[in-house]
């Protein structure tokens, strides 16, 4: 494209490079991931963050304009794989930071050290905007008309969003291809998928079933993958770190918290703080939580069981393939009320544990229970998220109860998604109901609806003796 990128496999045995135009999601040779990396002395990059401050305030609609107003696009000096001219935005990125004082006493951090990355202000409500602006902008240069991704839901409602509002260079439609496993994707979810025109295919499997089947499409069908496995992806998903450390004045903060499913957040956060610290853009790097769900856990068992490491990159692969194996002969399954992180094979975790190795990271898992009272919780301080969100803050929950967090680091949890990608979950929770595939029973924080007469006398006394817990 412009010379100044290229893609890399990740493994150090192979490392082998290819142009940013081959249509890649492997390396040919020996079948690793795939990096996007940079020629750093011919790019143009600025000597200090606070350089992309201005740009909040670019007025007009041309390029430049458009491009400035995009979280993601603001800061194309560090992603620079992309011309002006080729940018594909749908405003993606306009978060902020999120001062979170309340919710730091219920957890145990000291006021005005805890701050939530708001991801569901994102035009599809979820934190896939900001890698899908970056993989729509290859595949609109590289002609593609069909684009595919296997989604436990937001994957699936952000293409398709995308897929209906761009066109190829030539002025042809875009047309997006979901595949999801049978009853795995929240009904927020798939309506926003249903209501932007994709092609729905529910699959008889789980959603590791559908990731190995859209990868054969786009093998063979000419499909254009839009899952993380696309490096192009967790580019677009590296600028959620720039705008947080823009939200704290571009100091690093101690910890960062994200879900984990797929692995991709964690692995382009981990790519972003490596990059930013070999361009001398900052001085360190804060330390990486992921939190699984426990009945999803695959990561967990793996680092804290397995006692599985990056190894500078000479990972044991035979492990992994034996606990796979194991997995498989157990019949067990990826199984949680966070259907966002419901993946019982993440397609990113050799760069996941590259990422927890080079921010000295941590791994636990949590239940489903307190993953739905953090998230009740995060909602009774302002916040609302979906469930899969609220794994970070009841990560940050667990590490404060082992003293691994202390009260007075400055902490981040990554809300990934808004609160009405799975309004199912929260209506049941707050009305007490039993979900009866996942056996929830604890409702610490649920604010269950009052049945009133409809009588003045009768409401007043309902408000006189209601006892919302705060």
């Known amino acids: 494209m412009n010379g100044l990128a ?10 082998r490079r290819y142009g940013c135009d081959d249509v890649l999601f492997a390396c040919r040779a020996c079948g690793s991931l795939l990096d996007i ?10 000597k200090s963050l606070s350089f992309f401050e201005k740009r909040w305030s670019t007025p007009g609609r041309d390029l430049v304009a458009r491009a400035d107003f995009s979280g993601v696009w603001r800061f194309r000096e560090l992603l620079p794989f992309a011309a002006l001219e080729d ?3 749908l405003a993606e990125g306009r978060t902020q930071l999120q ?6 006493t219920k957890v145990g951090i000291k006021p005005g050290n805890l701050f939530l990355q708001y991801e569901g202000f994102n035009p599809s409500g979820s934190f896939k905007d900001n890698g899908m602006a970056a993989a729509f902008t290859i595949a609109r240069k590289h002609g593609r008309r069909r684009v595919g991704c296997a989604s436990t839901g937001n994957t699936s409602a952000s293409m398709a969003m995308y897929a209906s509002q761009t066109r190829t260079q030539r002025g042809e439609p875009m047309q997006p291809i979901v595949f999801v496993g049978g009853g795995k994707i929240s009904l927020g979810k798939l309506a926003q998928a249903l209501d932007f025109g994709a092609l729905t295919l529910q699959i008889d499997g789980d959603f590791d079933a559908c990731m190995s089947l859209v990868q054969q499409a786009a093998n063979q069908l000419d499909l254009y993958l839009m899952n993380s496995v696309n490096p192009f992806r967790l580019e677009g998903q590296k600028t959620i770190m720039y705008r947080v450390l823009e939200g704290l004045g571009w100091h690093v903060p101690d910890w960062i918290i994200v879900p984990g499913g797929n692995l991709g957040n964690s692995s382009a956060f981990g790519k972003a703080y490596m990059e930013l610290r070999t361009l001398g853009l900052v001085d360190r790097v804060p330390r990486l939580a992921i939190i699984n769900a426990s009945g999803a856990d695959t990561l967990s068992r793996l680092v804290n069981c397995e006692q599985l490491k990056y190894e500078g990159g000479r990972i044991d692969s035979t492990r992994v393939h034996s606990f796979y194996g194991r ?3 157990e019949g067990r399954a990826a199984k949680t009320i966070a259907s966002a992180i ?3 094979r993440p397609v990113n975790l050799p760069k996941a544990l590259r990422a927890l190795e080079y921010m000295n990271g941590v791994v636990r898992d949590v ?3 307190a993953i739905l009272d953090a998230k009740a919780l995060v909602g009774r301080h302002g916040f609302g998220c979906e469930p899969a969100s609220a794994a970070s803050v009841a990560g940050l929950q667990l590490l404060r109860e082992k003293g691994v967090i202390s009260p007075s680091d400055t902490v981040v949890c990554i809300l990934t998604g808004h609160a009405l990608k799975d309004s199912d979950a929260t209506v049941h929770y707050h009305q007490s109901i039993v979900n009866d595939q996942h056996q929830l029973k604890l409702k610490t924080f649920a604010n269950t609806p009052i049945r009133c007469p409809a009588t003045i006398d009768a409401i007043s006394t309902c408000i006189r003796h209601s006892s919302v817990v705060s």
């Open 342 to 344: 419901e993946i019982g």
């Open 6 to 15: 290229f893609q890399q496999c990740i493994s150090h045995s192979c490392a």
């Open 99 to 104: 001062q979170a004082d309340d919710l730091a």
């Open 37 to 46: 990396n940079y020629d750093w002395s011919r790019c143009e990059v600025p």
């Open 87 to 89: 940018i594909v935005t």
């Open 367 to 369: 239940p489903d229970e």
């Open 327 to 329: 997995m498989k002969a």
